[in-house]
């Protein structure tokens, strides 16, 4: 075994504390990502009232949905569409330049307990759902913009 002087031996000590040190905040030094890889459209505990876009509203009335300013019938029904908010997931992504100069489908969700709702921004391009929430970009490939939105006709898609 090395012999080390009282010098020598208070090195160590120092190197060794400073090893300690940086392994302990390495998490700190280490950049994390930003954004979540994945997120649910919707909140999961989220007691959803009303989905505004436009003139057309999704509102829930006691234990059934209903569509409001609606003048036709779609394919689907209104506990569909909730279904298909509840579903989707969103896809941090970087969008395509297009995506990103197109005039987007506002759509407002209000949520019980929330004094103002969850906005998002939809652009559906080439059967990729883009979404901008909270300043983001996200995908979402499960789910068509027709199911989020029926009272969109397939010419209003983009």
Known sequence: MARLSKR????????????????????RFVPESKLPVTLPLLPE????LKI?????????VGQQWRWNGV??????????QI??????????????REVTQT???IA???????????????VAKDQTVWVQYA???????????AQLLPWQTDNQEM
């Open 8 to 27: 020598g031996f208070n090195n160590v000590v120092i190197f060794a504390m400073l090893g300690m040190i940086f392994l302990f905040n390495l998490e």
């Open 135 to 145: 300043q983001q970009w996200y995908s979402i490939d499960n789910t068509r913009l």
């Open 45 to 48: 505990s989220a007691h959803v």
């Open 108 to 122: 407002v969700v209000w949520v019980a307990g929330e004094t103002q709702g969850l906005v998002y921004a939809f």
């Open 52 to 60: 505004e876009q436009s003139n057309y509203k999704l509102e829930r």
């Open 71 to 80: 003048n036709r019938t779609f394919e689907t029904t209104p506990e569909a």
């Open 103 to 105: 005039e987007p489908l």
């Open 83 to 96: 279904n298909a908010w509840r579903s989707a997931v969103m896809q941090a992504a970087k969008p395509p």
